[in-house]
């Protein structure tokens, strides 16, 4: 069984930086991509950003390129997302996705599909 589990998330200053985790368990993951969504209040999930199987292959939102960076180590089945110069409309819950397809690509503007796997999220509050 697939489990995700994010860390990271907490309280800053806009201007802060914060890194997230989020450690997958349950398969091997060196075929699959995996994302990172967020969902502010009152507002849909949307894509953040989404690394390749091989971590060299890389997609973000416009609303966090330059700002955000995605990454991960396959040793540790374990993708991370750096965050600075943070703003207060990047507060929102932070959901780790891998994609049920292996060498599928979350990407900006498609829907993540139906059957991914999700993380329980973790809280990220930029106080202005």
């Known amino acids: 069984q697939v489990q995700l589990v994010e860390s990271g998330g907490g309280l800053v200053q806009a201007g802060g930086s914060l890194r997230l985790s989020c450690a997958a368990s349950g398969r091997t993951f060196s075929t699959y991509a995996m994302g990172w969504f967020r969902q502010a209040p009152g507002k849909e999930r949307e894509f953040v950003a989404a690394v390749s199987w091989t971590g060299v292959g890389t997609y973000y939102a416009d609303s966090v390129k330059g700002r955000f960076t995605i990454s991960r180590d396959n040793a540790k089945n374990t993708v991370y997302l750096q965050m600075n110069s943070l703003k207060p409309e990047d507060t929102a819950v932070y959901y780790c996705?891998?994609?049920?397809?292996?060498?599928?690509?979350?990407?900006?503007?498609?829907?993540?599909?139906?059957?991914?796997?999700w993380g329980q999220g973790t809280r990220v509050t930029v106080s202005s």
């Open positions: 996705n891998v994609p049920t397809q292996a060498f599928r690509m979350p990407r900006p503007g498609v829907p993540p599909g139906e059957y991914d796997y």
